[in-house]
């Protein structure tokens, strides 16, 4: 049986996928389980939105033991392995909202474009058990941005980099995993397509990554067909991301270690 980590940025992106396996109550350090998941014992994470808190938060969890035990403590248990879930925006017209994907390898912005790869073992057999489903998985370059892509030119400059999706926390996971020896791998859902726009909640968000709640009302008041657009759309990527990891993250994953 594996110990898998799932980390998501938000609660919308993980609580679908988390109530499938009987989770009911999130704790108030934003985690659940451990839970008993088919051949795996699951426990979630939420890391909160952008590169800079998923990187800090990342690294208390994966890095460290997430619920301050100590090295004595026999119970204390590592991950076998982090999955990241969540939403990602496309940066081409070949990935249509609804396409999951798994990363190869995450690029940043913010660091010059050096690539951290995924777990290749545990990608192609995420990739296997989706196409046994007949689930269409892309297999993609994913590149973390501490901004929201809102336009399809913003999508198309990082394009220019050789990504396919945009994300805002899988490279910081990514590192924090390396940095600890733990295997990872990306999981998520085209949410917005290159064409959607997208409100401006850039305008929201703080240096420190954190999101300002009153200005991203205004924001969205202030844009009220593109927020009610973009969160239907969220919302059913969402949904079938949770019912495609339903039977992921409860697969024998035991192999990737």
């Given at each position: 049986m594996g110990h898998i980590f799932v980390l998501a940025a938000s609660k919308m992106e993980a609580d679908p996928v988390a109530k499938l396996f009987g989770?009911?109550?999130?704790?108030?350090?934003?985690?659940a389980g451990p839970i008993t998941a088919g051949a795996n014992t699951l426990e979630f994470f939420i890391t909160g939105i952008g590169?800079?808190?998923?990187?800090?938060?990342?690294a208390e969890i994966i890095c460290h033991d997430p619920h301050g035990r100590t090295p004595e403590d026999p119970e204390r248990?590592?991950?076998?392995?982090?999955?990241?879930i969540g939403l990602c925006g496309g940066l081409t017209d070949s990935l249509p909202e609804m396409t999951i994907?798994?990363?190869?390898a995450c690029v940043s912005v913010m660091n010059g474009g050096i690539p951290r790869p995924c777990t290749p073992q545990i990608c192609t057999q995420i990739t296997a058990l989706l196409s046994a489903r007949n689930v269409p998985c892309g297999s993609v370059i994913g590149i973390t941005s501490p901004r929201i892509a809102v336009s399809r030119a913003e999508k198309l400059q990082l394009a220019q980099t050789g990504a396919q999706v945009v994300d805002m926390e899988s490279y910081e996971i990514l590192s924090a995993a390396d940095k600890a020896g733990t295997p990872a791998a990306v999981v998520r859902v085209v949410s917005d397509s290159l064409d959607r726009n997208l409100p401006n909640l850039n305008l929201a968000i703080n240096p420190d990554g954190?999101?300002?709640?009153?200005?991203a009302i205004r924001v969205m008041l202030g844009s009220p067909l593109l927020t009610a657009r973009a969160y239907a759309a969220t919302k059913r990527a969402a949904?079938?991301?949770?019912?495609?990891l339903s039977f992921v993250l409860s697969a024998d994953l035991s192999r990737t270690q």
């Open positions: 989770v009911s109550d999130w704790r108030s350090d934003s985690t590169p800079k808190q998923a990187g800090k938060r990342a248990r590592r991950p076998d392995a982090v999955i990241v994907v798994t990363y190869s954190s999101v300002n709640n009153g200005r949904r079938y991301l949770a019912g495609v």
